[in-house]
């Protein structure tokens, strides 16, 4: 392994930040290597260490995974359920009519 480069506390270049920066940026490393370190010396001990990670490959803390498009979905076919009839409509049903088209335009589906 490389050595990376190492800067001062509170001198990281810009567009670098620590995994505790990045959480508070909403955002997490993402599997991207250490790109430098920050040191900051301490009397009688090593310096403490913080790694830096580039904020341009950081993503997004909760990405969408199986389970969270599976909750997506059971959230979606709630909507699908027609409140008036119970019936999945099999879509989603819209805000603005509120049921499943049958219910919201009975003459229609009579004709
Ligand atoms: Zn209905």
Do not use: H, K
Not at 36 to 51: I, N, S, T, Y
Not at 55 to 60: E, F, N, V
Not at 89 to 98: H, K, M
């Amino acid at each position: 392994m490389s050595a990376v480069p190492v800067y001062r506390w509170r001198l990281a270049p810009e567009g670098l930040a620590t995994f505790r920066q990045l959480r508070a940026l909403g955002l997490r490393p993402a599997g991207q290597p250490v790109v430098a370190q920050l040191e900051r010396p301490r009397r009688r001990r090593g310096p403490l260490v913080a790694f830096l990670y580039r904020i341009d490959l950081a993503r997004p803390v909760r990405p969408m995974t199986p389970a969270r498009w599976a909750a997506l979905e059971r959230a979606n076919a709630a909507r699908r359920v027609c409140p008036e009839c119970g019936r999945d409509a099999g879509y989603r049903i819209p805000a603005s009519l509120g049921t499943c088209s049958p219910c919201a335009y009975p003459e229609a589906a009579a004709a």
